[in-house]
């Protein structure tokens, strides 16, 4: 399990943070301030009802799945595609311009990618997440001998000391990926809007590396100028349609393409596919503030946190309710005091274990941030973040959490006991109407706006 340092970060008074050791495996998205009333935006609950259609029933459709199958020459992936169709994932239309999985499939095959990226291996990544979305991993690359050189000019904008040059060497050597969070949203993207995955995975490997997607403002907040403030604060490239909606553009950092094409050809049993390189580089934009570089796996440091590494709880929300276009609570569980150790929970085993389980039954995955004490770090918190799929009860009455982790080495769900799960969930994403049946919340992108506004009226 990945151990880093996991801190508050502060929403009305930033702290100084000390960066992340590069030497520990970094998979963490660090937690926001411990204000009991904190929550992200005022949701509501979403669905993803989809027809669910397992027979070709058009000329098209047939004739971009005889196109697709005629492009595919191992038999498992013929399979693979069998089996997308069957399992009715393949004429999904559940993207933001209800085209298909197939739809998409069929332009990835039919029209031009990245130069740097082959069309052919971009299908079969498709296929292992059709029939397996455990396989989305944050696991890092490593960057063959023949690149390095070149990868590591970029890092150092071509500095001549030797000095620099064996430091970076060893931080591309011994580097792990902080986007957990990305790969949590990326996962839940596949599994519970699969088109609109597949649409986003098409627009990042063509020559533009981008995507634009229309999402409603209420999404972010219920209040318009709210909304606008947070894709301004953000950064985020954007302009309104209408009262109602507006489009955002979405594209992974400068550097992702560098690391996808070395993807390409060099993939090895365990880390990231190309599209797993490009979502998370993506989504880590987003939440960043246009400010991360995968090339080095780190983002700019701001007012709400000091730290270089992955995204905070508030950022990662954001990116979340953005990329998925629902408004999205996440619900803080655990207080931490100012020396990063856990000093109580804002509500009892029970409520937590009663919210998660309703949010579960209400069709939702849930992304969590969970905690554990790090013996290296004077037992302050490290943390990482999962999904909660799903749920089981065995014969004792034992409850057990499905899961999927993105930095276990495994391609299958993980299981964890209630007793085990639930002390050390530190926040997660679940519907405000089920959150705020057992404790009244304000919106933390509220106290952040009231911040700013402050701030301006003291200049």
């Not at 992936?77 to 499939?105: M, W």
């Not at 992974?252 to 190309?274: C, F, L, T, V, W």
């Not at 391609?411 to 089920?434: D, F, Q, T």
Request: charge should be negative; aromatic fraction near 8%.
């Amino acid at each position: 399990m990945d151990s880093v340092q996991f801190r508050n970060i502060g929403v009305n008074s930033p702290q100084n943070i000390q960066q992340i050791d590069r030497n520990q495996r970094s998979a963490v998205t660090n937690p926001a301030a411990p204000h009991v009333k904190t929550q992200e935006y005022r949701p509501a609950a979403y669905t993803s009802a989809v027809t669910v259609r397992t027979h070709l029933s058009t000329k098209d459709e047939k004739k971009k799945y005889k196109e697709l199958m005629e492009e595919i020459v191992e038999p498992k992936y013929k399979r693979k595609l069998e089996y997308a169709l069957k399992s009715g994932k393949l004429l999904k239309d559940n993207s933001n311009d209800k085209s298909t999985v197939l739809d998409n499939l069929y332009k990835i095959i039919k029209e031009d990618r990245d130069p740097g990226l082959d069309k052919n291996t971009i299908l079969l990544e498709c296929l292992d997440i059709l029939a397996n979305p455990y396989v989305i991993t944050q696991k890092c690359e490593d960057i063959p001998k023949e690149y390095q050189k070149s990868v590591i000019g970029l890092i150092t904008n071509l500095d001549t000391n030797p000095e620099k040059i064996l430091q970076t060497k060893w931080e591309l050597d011994n580097m792990y990926t902080g986007t957990c969070p990305a790969a949590s949203i990326e996962f839940d993207l596949a599994t519970k809007h699969t088109a609109e995955f597949f649409r986003i995975v098409e627009g990042l490997t063509s020559p533009k590396h981008e995507v634009v997607k229309k999402i409603k403002l209420d999404s972010l907040s219920e209040d318009t100028l709210n909304a606008v403030w947070l894709l301004n604060k953000f950064k985020t490239p954007w302009k309104k349609e209408n009262f109602d909606t507006a489009t955002v553009l979405l594209k992974p950092d400068e550097h992702a393409i560098i690391r996808a094409r070395i993807q390409n050809n060099y993939k090895d049993k365990g880390e990231r596919s190309m599209i797993d390189v490009l979502m998370q580089s993506t989504f880590m934009q987003l939440g960043s503030r246009q400010t991360y570089n995968s090339l080095i796996d780190k983002r700019e440091p701001n007012e709400w946190t000091q730290d270089s590494g992955g995204l905070i709880e508030f950022e990662k929300t954001f990116v979340e309710s953005v990329i998925e276009d629902k408004n999205t609570t996440s619900v803080i569980y655990q207080n931490v005091d100012e020396q990063g150790h856990l000093s109580g929970y804002t509500k009892d085993f029970a409520t937590i274990k009663k919210e998660l389980l309703a949010t579960l039954n209400a069709g939702h995955n849930i992304n969590i941030g969970y905690t554990w004490p790090d013996p290296a770090n004077d037992n302050k918190l490290a943390g990482h973040e999962i999904t909660i799929v799903s749920y089981k009860t065995k014969p004792n009455g034992e409850l057990v959490f499905i899961c999927q982790d993105s930095d276990d080495d495994k391609a299958e769900p993980i299981e964890m006991s209630e007793k085990e799960l639930l002390p050390k969930i530190h926040h997660a994403g679940i519907p405000e109407e089920i959150a705020s049946k057992d404790f009244d919340y304000e919106d933390s992108w509220k106290i952040i706006l009231d911040e700013y506004n402050g701030k301006k009226d003291n200049k």
